[in-house]
């Protein structure tokens, strides 16, 4: 029998992306080829993006009809859930990446970002919410919540392995989140360079890549903890589990947050989480129980807080082997990926009925 075809509208270069598709051809046996728009949405690009976006209709519709597709699913619920709409390709799924995906609110394009989401959410057979919070934006937005799928991709936990750090003597912090200014690593460093003045022995390990780079190893240099800070730059996805389980906390302090895998793949390890106080964490942290919720840019606030959790082993301990029970009974890569791919084959096979 020939295998589904899935087209994928989609930035393929995101691990969120990467573990989407690979899940479906492990879980589902479906062939998938994908497309992407080639400008990024950042700042006087945005505009080149939209250019871009009202030119790729064609692009699209002629991928679709040499595919022959059995579905289309999108990455966003705006730009790409818009094409996915446009495509011709029934049925449609379409996934909602951030609380609203309608970032940033203070864009003039909020308005048009909003009114093709609307329409992707209408044509949409099957909308992907990855959390609670998500789903909560579509009630807003008056979606028909029949539609609705609330459930995150998961953790792959063969390769992310539980191993207990609490009874580790020394602070081992990590940070796994791209080195872009809405992650906020500076009010990381600050916090860290507080604990150094109060002569507390840490060793901090930052992974990851970005536009940030240089400038937030200038600073650790400036805040004198350059020592004790490890910048990895990118690594291999399967290197990163070991990192995890020999880090005694996770920190992870975004201005905005959907559903976290770094944040999962963290609770998986065994590694104690610190996040920031946003209603992305609060679906999934419980304040000083499974973790620590603190206020968005406050390195003051964290380093104290870095400093009660490292003092609390006991309290970590609890924690960690709640998250992991956690992630194995809600986040498990292999259970939800097979629900996800067998919700596609029933729409496509009702589609072809």
């Not at 996915?84 to 029934?90: D, M, Q, R």
């Not at 009010?187 to 022995?201: G, V």
Request: proline share 4%; hydrophobic share 40%.
């Amino acid at each position: 029998m020939q295998k589904k075809r899935i087209l994928f509208l989609g930035e393929t270069y995101r691990a969120d992306a990467i573990t989407w598709m690979n899940g479906l051809k492990e879980f589902g046996d479906f062939e998938i080829v994908s497309w992407e728009l080639q400008t990024r949405s950042t700042g006087v690009s945005r505009l080149k993006r939209l250019v871009e976006l009202a030119k790729s209709f064609l692009t699209i519709r002629s991928i679709a009809k040499k595919f022959n597709a059995d579905m289309v699913i999108a990455e966003r619920t705006t730009s790409y859930g818009f094409l996915a709409a446009l495509s011709g390709i029934k049925p449609i799924a379409i996934a909602q990446q951030g609380i609203t995906d309608l970032w940033p609110e203070n864009s003039p394009l909020y308005p048009f970002k909003k009114i093709i989401q609307n329409y992707a959410f209408k044509k949409a057979d099957l909308i992907h919410a990855w959390g609670p919070v998500m789903a909560e934006h579509m009630k807003k937005s008056d979606v028909n919540m029949s539609k609705v799928m609330i459930l995150p991709k998961g953790i792959n936990l063969s390769l992310f392995e539980y191993r207990d750090t609490t009874n580790e003597p020394k602070l081992r912090a990590i940070v796994t989140r791209s080195l872009l200014p809405e992650y906020k690593h500076e009010i990381i460093l600050r916090a860290f360079s507080s604990l150094k003045k109060q002569k507390i022995p840490f060793e901090l390990t930052i992974i990851g890549d970005g536009i940030l780079f240089e400038k937030l190893k200038l600073l650790s240099k400036e805040l004198n903890i350059e020592n004790q800070v490890i910048f990895t730059g990118r690594i291999n996805n399967n290197d990163l589990p070991k990192l995890l389980q020999q880090s005694n906390l996770y920190i992870s302090m975004p201005t905005t947050e959907g559903v976290s895998a770094s944040l999962f793949e963290a609770m998986a390890c065994g590694s104690f989480p610190i996040v920031t106080d946003l209603p992305g964490n609060r679906s999934w942290i419980n304040q000083k129980e499974n973790g620590i919720l603190v206020e968005s840019e406050n390195s003051k606030k964290l380093a104290e807080e870095i400093i009660w959790s490292f003092q609390n082993p006991e309290i970590r301990q609890k924690a960690v082997l709640e998250n992991r029970k956690f992630i194995e009974n809600n986040a498990n890569y292999a259970v939800n990926m097979k629900k996800i791919a067998d919700e596609y084959h029933k729409l496509i096979n009702t589609k072809s009925n």
